[in-house]
């Protein structure tokens, strides 16, 4: 008896064209692929990346990134060593006046695209500090006494109702 281990698909490169409102690369399948749009967290916006689909769809596919072939200009090294792990935050590998004009071109596309609104006058973002801004957060507590004699706190891990674990 022979037991075969599938190795996930090799995906071919493809090139960010834009950010989603959660901060996912957005790009585009090519045709002989199936043409459907792709969703990769992790990607930027100019990136060549390649791809592992996590959720498949008729129109689309969710997937996570497999291997960065060239970065764009703008990706910086997140602070928190948590980053891509927790839930907390999605947008530290990118430099903070890039994420700014990001936040300004998707609510632009938004207003377009659901409410067919195009302002006549569009004002420079307000911007405030880079670090230290929250003033609140989501956390949870998850009692783990009976087995390892301690006390979770933390924020749930991206997509999933586990907690983070950030201190072990």
């Given at each position: 008896m022979s037991t075969e281990v599938r190795m996930p698909k090799a995906s071919p490169i493809v090139t960010i064209d834009s950010l989603d409102l959660e901060a996912q690369g957005v790009a585009r399948q090519s045709n002989e692929e199936g043409g459907k749009v792709l969703f990769i967290r992790g990607a930027l916006p100019t990136e060549q990346v390649t791809y592992t689909i996590t959720r498949e769809k008729a129109?689309?596919?969710?997937a996570k990134?497999?291997?960065l072939?060239?970065?764009a200009v703008y990706r910086t090294?997140?602070?928190c060593t948590y980053f891509g792990v927790c839930g907390g935050c999605s947008m530290q590998h990118l430099d903070f006046a890039a994420q700014?004009?990001?936040?300004?071109?998707v609510l632009e596309d938004d207003l377009w695209h659901?409410?067919?609104?195009k302002p006549d006058e569009i004002l420079r973002p307000i911007a405030g500090p880079a670090w230290h801004y929250r003033h609140r957060g989501r956390l949870s507590v998850i009692d783990r006494s009976i087995k390892k004699g301690t006390i979770l706190v933390g924020f749930h891990e991206h997509n999933?109702?586990?907690v983070a674990d950030m201190l072990t």
């Amino acid at each position: 008896m022979s037991t075969e281990v599938r190795m996930p698909k090799a995906s071919p490169i493809v090139t960010i064209d834009s950010l989603d409102l959660e901060a996912q690369g957005v790009a585009r399948q090519s045709n002989e692929e199936g043409g459907k749009v792709l969703f990769i967290r992790g990607a930027l916006p100019t990136e060549q990346v390649t791809y592992t689909i996590t959720r498949e769809k008729a129109r689309f596919a969710k997937a996570k990134l497999h291997e960065l072939i060239k970065p764009a200009v703008y990706r910086t090294t997140p602070r928190c060593t948590y980053f891509g792990v927790c839930g907390g935050c999605s947008m530290q590998h990118l430099d903070f006046a890039a994420q700014i004009a990001m936040k300004q071109r998707v609510l632009e596309d938004d207003l377009w695209h659901i409410g067919r609104i195009k302002p006549d006058e569009i004002l420079r973002p307000i911007a405030g500090p880079a670090w230290h801004y929250r003033h609140r957060g989501r956390l949870s507590v998850i009692d783990r006494s009976i087995k390892k004699g301690t006390i979770l706190v933390g924020f749930h891990e991206h997509n999933s109702s586990y907690v983070a674990d950030m201190l072990t």
